[in-house]
């Protein structure tokens, strides 16, 4: 089993829609999570960071449940500029060793 | 502020040659990783240094695979001899020291390896 899994998409929406993406961790000592965001041909790059009590950054909204051991990312509103790949990402450990999901496509369509 | 440096972009060699890829962090930042990503996966954590010692490289295929990370500063990850599955992006990251962790790792560009 995968310590990180995500749907791979992809996820094809028009412009506007809401979407949302999951992902689940297997390892219950994680401590932390983010989302990374990785546009083709090019490096990832943090997009947040996800804590227990829900986090909102403008049109994009994390949320984490340890109990079930479960991520979300939502996007409202959506942007062709927000077409790329989101990948889930878990640490666990002092070491700051990043576990990334294999990444969940995203095509905004006009 | 620059970012994280790596070189060669992209690579092409045979199987079985031998590869070298270079990477310069953002200054100041005492940890250094690099990753395979192999196309339609995340990124996988190879190896993880923090200044010039090797914190995590249980990842890492040692019979084919070094790393090293002279005076803490610059990285260069080599590989020989090449096999076909090593066709990857291979991505060099830095964070700064993970006293207090976690801290946001900075991606470079990475460097495209096809072995034909």
């Known amino acids: 089993r995968k310590e990180v899994e995500q749907d791979p998409g992809p996820f094809n929406v028009p412009e506007g829609a809401t979407v949302a993406f999951n992902c689940t961790y297997s390892n219950s000592a994680s401590q932390s999570f983010f989302w990374y965001r990785q546009d083709c041909r090019k490096e990832p790059k943090l997009l947040m960071s996800v804590y227990s009590s829900g986090n909102e950054d403008g049109r994009f909204t994390a949320q984490l449940n340890r109990a079930s051991q479960y991520i979300s990312l939502l996007i409202r509103d959506s942007k062709l500029s927000d077409s790329a790949t989101y990948l889930c990402v878990v640490n666990h450990g002092a070491t700051n060793k990043l576990i990334f999901g294999t990444g969940t496509l995203l095509a905004v369509q006009p | 502020e620059a970012g994280v440096a790596q070189s060669p972009r992209y690579k092409i060699i045979e199987k079985r040659q031998s590869v070298a890829f270079w990477c310069n962090p953002i200054s100041g930042h005492a940890t250094l990783y690099w990753y395979q990503q192999i196309l339609g996966q995340g990124p996988k954590l190879l190896i993880q240094?923090?200044?010039?010692?090797?914190?995590?490289d249980s990842q890492l295929p040692k019979d084919r695979f070094s790393a090293e990370r002279l005076k803490g500063v610059d990285s260069t990850l080599k590989i020989q001899p090449a096999k076909l599955e090593d066709s990857a992006v291979y991505l060099c990251?830095?964070?700064?020291?993970?006293?207090?962790?976690?801290?946001?790792?900075?991606f470079g560009p990475g460097t495209r390896l096809t072995v034909t």
């Open positions: 240094f923090q200044n010039n010692g090797v914190v995590d």
């Open positions: 990251a830095s964070s700064p020291l993970s006293r207090a962790g976690p801290y946001e790792q900075y």
